[in-house]
């Protein structure tokens, strides 16, 4: 019996996460293999952790204190997994909806490829299936449209991701020196530099809506105040996890430039038109 542990990181959105699980446990799961849960709940204050203790008692329920965020989450959940003896890992997002095919198509994908490379998965719209949300991204940052093949990619989304053990004694956990976001790209791209190949799974996995809207930080109709502050913030332009980034993964001239302009921008953002 081959045994998966299934991460996610949640906070203040309780219905979307319940939504996940209950779509993971309709999952069709492949015979030979079982999945074990491990879910940081990082300081929510709507209910979140009681009720999936309620409806999910099997899932393993670590609490946070509101400072995680997403990538330390993920690590923090990982971490609590890594103590056991997991053949898989999976990034799953608490926001997605997977289709009940979804485990089976990763797990083929990887057992095709002598479970030896990152198997990406692809969301759509939650309304409109012809729209790709998240899945392997190009080296231009374009996301991949799947198809019935699987196909290569640069980096990915950490949405629907699926690690085998060798993956991660080669390359560890995503690095918590980001907060929020990063920690997904920065994998990908860290996995390809130690000569992992990173696969996208054929078809759509499951839905999720992207966030859209216009940055705060960015954003000239908000005052200088506002926009430093959500610049600062790990959900906003995090200048100094922005350049550990880039220098690792474009070198000193692209890390020290972007720091800059984007300092910049908050300034002055109409420079960037409106």
């Known amino acids: 019996m081959k045994n998966i542990a299934i991460l996610l990181t949640c906070h203040n959105r309780k219905d979307k996460t319940l939504a996940c ?3 993971l446990y309709t999952c069709i799961v492949p015979e030979g293999y079982s999945f074990e849960v491990f879910l940081v709940d990082d300081g929510s204050t709507d209910g979140t952790s009681e009720a999936v203790r309620e409806q999910f008692p099997l899932v393993n329920v670590i609490i946070g204190e509101g400072t995680l965020f997403w990538n330390r989450g993920m690590n923090r959940a990982w971490s609590e997994a890594a103590k056991k003896d997991f053949d898989y890992y999976l990034w799953l997002n608490d926001d997605t909806i997977l289709h009940a095919y979804a485990l089976s198509v990763l797990l083929h ?24 949300t998240y899945g ?18 640069n980096y990915f989304n950490g949405n629907i991701v699926l690690f ?17 976001a990063l920690g997904d790209f920065d ?28 940055s705060t930080w960015c954003n000239p109709k908000q005052p200088f105040k506002i926009r430093w502050k959500a610049f600062r913030t790990p959900i906003g332009q995090n200048p100094e996890e922005f350049f550990v980034f880039e220098m690792r993964h474009g070198g000193l001239g692209k890390a020290l430039f972007h720091y800059m302009t ?3 921008r908050v300034v002055c953002p109409r420079l960037w038109g409106k």
């Open 21 to 23: 699980l209950s779509s």
């Open 109 to 132: 994908t990887s057992e095709q490829l002598q479970h030896r490379v990152i198997v990406v998965g692809s969301t759509c719209a939650v309304n409109d299936t012809t729209i790709v």
């Open 136 to 153: 392997g991204r190009t080296s231009a940052g374009q996301v991949i449209q799947p198809t019935n093949e699987t196909q290569t990619c």
């Open 164 to 180: 085998p053990k060798y993956v991660y004694e080669k390359v560890g956990m995503n690095d918590p020196v980001f907060r929020h």
């Open 187 to 214: 994998y990908g791209l860290r996995a390809v530099k130690a000569c992992i190949q990173l696969i996208v799974a054929p078809n759509i996995l499951g839905k999720c809506d992207t966030n859209v809207g216009f």
């Open 262 to 264: 984007n300092h910049l």
